[in-house]
């Protein structure tokens, strides 16, 4: 699955063009590295997303297309 995909269905962020833009923006980072939107994700790797007040981190967990609203964290684990 895609990063920008993979950050919207997660809710991460609410709109995968604002996913797109934080990848193209240098914003997403892969085990360490700078991603572009269509780096695909897979099971196991670290993400961090930069935010203007801080910087999230977490482990994908799993990847679903389709996933509720109450299962969308079950995706991923904070780290």
């Known amino acids: ?6 950050l919207k269905v997660s809710r991460i962020l609410k709109r995968r063009a604002v996913a797109s833009d934080a ?7 892969v ?5 572009k939107p269509a780096y695909r994700v897979k099971v196991g790797d670290v993400v961090t997303v930069a935010f203007a007040g801080g910087e999230l981190k977490f482990a994908v967990k799993a990847l679903n ?5 109450k299962e969308a964290d079950t995706l991923y684990e904070i780290i």
């Open 23 to 29: 990848c193209s923006g240098g914003k997403v980072c």
């Open 1 to 6: 699955m895609r990063i920008d995909k993979f």
């Open 65 to 69: 297309e389709k996933v509720s609203a």
């Open 31 to 35: 085990n360490g590295r700078e991603v």
